[in-house]
């Protein structure tokens, strides 16, 4: 069964930083483009960040941009991503998808995710 695991979220104060980490299990990571949500208490989902399989292209919303890297290590089977500066507003459930190759408008779209994972919780307060 195909199997996605995020760690790395906590409780961090404002301008921390956090690692998150997307591992897959049961199937090779490097085929796939990755996404990460996130989503909020009361809130719609959110694409946060995304990094093709294709051609290593990578997005992100302009809430995070400048402050959030993706990167992939196919060796270790493991998408992370890299946050800091981090804000009060950044606090939510963050979570790793399995996807097509996307481009720039539909890289955020759920409905382009196959596989998910059960996410973890991001807080930033002081």
């Known amino acids: 069964q195909v199997q996605l695991v995020e760690s790395g979220g906590g409780l961090v104060q404002p301008g921390g930083s956090l690692r998150l980490s997307c591992v897959a299990s049961?199937?090779?990571?490097?085929?796939?483009?990755i996404g990460w949500f996130r989503q909020a208490p009361g809130k719609e989902r959110e694409g946060v960040s995304y990094?093709?399989?294709?051609?290593?292209?990578?997005y992100y919303a302009d809430s995070v941009k400048g402050r959030f890297f993706i990167s992939r290590d196919n060796a270790k089977n493991t998408v992370y991503l890299q946050m800091n500066s981090l804000k009060p507003e950044d606090s939510a459930v963050y979570l790793c998808a399995t996807g097509p190759p996307l481009g720039g408008n539909s890289w955020n779209r759920e409905y382009k995710y196959n596989y998910w994972g059960q996410g973890t919780q991001v807080t930033v307060s002081s």
């Open positions: 990094i093709s399989s294709s051609d290593g292209s990578r």
């Open positions: 049961r199937f090779t990571l490097d085929y796939y483009s």
